[in-house]
């Protein structure tokens, strides 16, 4: 998989009255690129919202939701199996709790610094407002990496993180889930560390839990459900459907595994998926159980999936999956994932639908080559927030100490998505941009963010 070089974004394409925040926010955070990034997509779109609301200009409402509230920063020291000790960076950006308390995943990888925690945090601001769920935003996690690494060390460093974070967090105050290196097995562990500390069983602090210690029936599908859901919607608005089309997925993680399951379930095939060391092509749709078997079980590289599938599967080392033709689009592996010329490669091969399930993974060039070539693009902050929004599903079960079926839970997340794309669709006509999934997220969760910052005066 290549990812493309940074670049610090310029100021093209700003409102003249948003340009003076993007300057600051470039004064103030230097070398963080991936909020840069972020932050520009955001601005980009708001001109007409600034226009339209002169009270948010004069609240500096810009200025204000793109500073979080609080960054936290700490050592996070762990010794490993042979008894060598580490020293790692951890960290938590409690952004915005307009909406709710702060709300956002946990990041285990090496690649993780101040910058990449901003941008997924920024993002998760207005995602958790487009959900329309009480929730603010938030982000951490550590430059940890979990690879080839033991159970026993796992543990050991997740104690140790939560050691520190503990104190910041809480059911009202700010509620972690998982994100890429964290899954059930560690937040298990963060769960039992903050557990035996505080001495609260406190359910609703984390979410992504087992079923069997207050976790929730759907959360661990719902980020790949709700993206495919979404692609359904923005297909099914143009009367099409995702029958019969072949799907590309890239990554192979929590989100791509159950996109593939989803998009199997409405009538697609997925025909390729990927990891950090290559993609596999199986023409004949991929094999759900043995994806899982060789991803979530053994958690392999994917060319073991490719060797065990046999006949008609093969794997590309080091390949782009978006060389691979396909009617519908999903990068659901990391940020910056999809370039320009992988767009180009996909829009050539005539795809209509993309659906960032992971955050961020579409370069600015490759969105603005999805738009002008009038392909359906919904930004993650519409078609990932499935994830987040069951999480608050999760929470509201923890308060209310219930527990709801499978069919309730996948039920209750449909809908939010259907509602998160009429909304997005909505906001994008209000304000001259019919059709514009970028417009209609991003305005739709900065007005929803800026009223109740508006309602809460000035702090
Ligand atoms: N990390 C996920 C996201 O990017 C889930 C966050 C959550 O459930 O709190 O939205």
Not at 311 to 332: E, I, K, M, Q, Y
Request: charged share 25%.
């Amino acid at each position: 998989m290549t990812i493309a070089p940074l670049t610090t974004g310029s100021s093209d394409g700003l409102d003249e009255k948003v340009l003076a925040v993007y300057d600051t926010i470039l004064r103030r955070n230097p070398g963080e690129l991936e909020f840069h990034q972020a932050s520009h997509e955001v601005l980009e779109t708001l001109g007409p919202v600034v226009a339209k609301h002169p009270e948010y200009v004069e609240a500096k409402l810009l200025e204000r939701i793109c500073e979080p509230e609080r960054q936290i920063i700490f050592r996070v020291p762990w010794a490993d199996d042979s008894g060598e000790v580490h020293v790692n960076r951890g960290f938590r950006v409690e952004f915005n709790s307009a909406l709710g308390p702060y709300k956002g995943g946990l990041r285990f990888h090496p690649s993780v610094n101040l910058g990449i925690v901003k941008f997924l945090g920024f993002e998760q601001v207005f995602k958790n407002a487009v959900t329309g769920m009480p929730i603010g935003g938030g982000k951490g996690g550590a430059d940890f990496d979990p690879r080839g690494r033991s159970d026993r060390e796992i543990m050991r460093f997740c104690q140790s993180f939560m050691t520190e974070l503990h104190r910041h967090l809480g059911e009202h105050t700010d509620v972690p889930a998982g994100d890429i290196g964290v899954g059930q097995r560690e937040l298990g562990y963060l769960f039992g560390q903050y557990k035996r500390i505080t001495n609260r069983y406190e359910s609703g602090v984390l979410t992504g839990k087992g079923l069997t210690w207050g976790g929730a029936r759907v959360r661990r599908e719902a980020t790949g459900y709700g993206c495919a859901y979404f692609v359904q919607e923005m297909l099914a608005a143009r009367g099409s459907s995702l029958e019969g089309s072949d799907v590309v997925v890239s990554g192979a993680g929590n989100v791509a595994i159950y996109a593939v399951e989803k998009i199997a379930q409405l009538g697609g095939r997925v025909v390729a998926v990927s990891d950090s060391s290559g993609y596999v092509h199986d023409a004949a749709g991929i094999d759900l159980d043995l994806l899982k078997e060789v991803k979530e079980i053994e958690r392999e590289r994917i060319e073991v999936y490719a060797q065990r599938r046999g006949r008609g599967a093969t794997f590309v080392a080091d390949g782009s999956v978006w060389d691979v033709p396909c009617r519908v689009a999903l990068p659901c592996a990391t940020q910056n994932e999809l370039t320009e010329r992988d767009a180009l490669r996909l829009i050539e091969g005539g795809v209509v639908a993309v659906g960032e399930g992971a955050n961020m993974p579409c370069t600015p060039e490759a969105v603005r080559a999805f738009r002008a070539a009038g392909v359906l693009f919904a930004p993650g902050k519409a078609a990932n927030a499935g994830g987040v929004a069951t999480s608050a599903l999760e929470m509201q079960q923890n308060a209310s100490r219930d527990s709801w079926t499978f069919e309730h839970s996948e039920q209750r997340l449909q809908e939010i998505v259907q509602e998160m794309h009429a909304a997005c669709c909505a906001t994008a006509e209000e304000y001259g941009a019919p059709g514009d999934y970028v417009v209609g997220a991003n305005i739709t969760g900065f007005v929803r963010v800026a009223d109740a910052m508006l309602a809460h005066g000035l702090i």
